[in-house]
T-cell receptor, first 116, second 112 residues
Framework: GAVVSQHPSWVICKSGTSVKIECRSLDFQATTMFWYRQFPKQSLMLMATSNEGSKATYEQGVEKDKFLINHASLTLSTLTVTSAHPEDSSFYIC????????????FGSGTRLTVV | GEDVEQSLFLSVREGDSSVINCTYTDSSSTYLYWYKQEPGAGLQLLTYIFSNMDMKQDQRLTVLLNKKDKHLSLRIADTQTGDSAIYFCAEYGKGGGNKLTFGTGTQLKVEL
């Protein structure tokens, strides 16, 4: 149980275009989801906290207008990278907390974004 | 310090034990986790420990917590080649919040 499905797993796009990444909780409801960014051989950096039915909370230094987050239902959160540029190339991972902290956070399989 | 610190790299032989160390930042963090990340994949929860525990054992995994020193360790017994991955510790509840703060990650390489 407690599976988070993330799509796509890999995407290449041209500079200036937008890319949407989906994160779905398959067998539980997630009122809160988290979006992380990971650079090669580095740790995960929290970008924003996605709250169902309300605005996302962004971490300091993360551009809200570039990384649009929508959490319209209890099972789906999306991250749209707008007007992507090569420096946005990275590994993006979503996660959701399951029931209580003792269950940990379950993570999606990640999306490798390459902007050319 | 402000960062959750881990050693960058650890190499062990198959069959040996591996010990991955982590120094976290906030003694009020309530839960501490260990995650495993294989190349190009998301994170897999391995185990967790509540802050009022000293030790937790789960099959080949043993977690030790020294709350006074804010030191966490993960011991993997009888390490196998399939254990090769990056291991992240994470603290929950730093500063009274509800977020996970990840360590810098330790790459474990298991050699034959």
């Amino acid at each position: 149980g407690a599976v988070v499905s993330q799509h796509p797993s890999w995407v290449i796009c041209k500079s200036g275009t937008s890319v949407k990444i989906e994160c779905r909780s398959l067998d539980f409801q997630a009122t809160t989801m988290f979006w992380y960014r990971q650079f090669p051989k580095q740790s995960l950096m929290l970008m924003a906290t996605s709250n169902e039915g309300s605005k996302a909370t962004y971490e300091q230094g993360v551009e809200k207008d570039k990384f649009l987050i929508n959490h319209a239902s209890l099972t789906l959160s999306t991250l749209t990278v707008t007007s992507a540029h090569p420096e946005d190339s990275s590994f993006y991972i979503c996660s959701a907390r399951v029931l209580s902290p003792s269950y940990g956070y379950t993570f999606g399989s990640g999306t490798r974004l390459t902007v050319v | 310090g402000e960062d959750v610190e881990q050693s960058l790299f650890l190499s062990v032989r198959e069959g040996d034990s591996s010990v991955i160390n982590c120094t976290y930042t906030d003694s009020s963090s309530t839960y501490l986790y260990w995650y495993k990340q294989e190349p190009g994949a998301g994170l897999q929860l391995l185990t967790y420990i509540f802050s009022n525990m000293d030790m937790k054992q789960d099959q080949r995994l043993t977690v030790l917590l020294n709350k006074k020193d804010k030191h966490l360790s993960l011991r993997i017994a009888d390490t196998q080649t399939g254990d090769s991955a990056i291991y992240f510790c994470a603290e929950y509840g730093k500063g009274g919040g509800n977020k996970l703060t990840f360590g810098t990650g330790t790459q474990l390489k298991v050699e034959l």
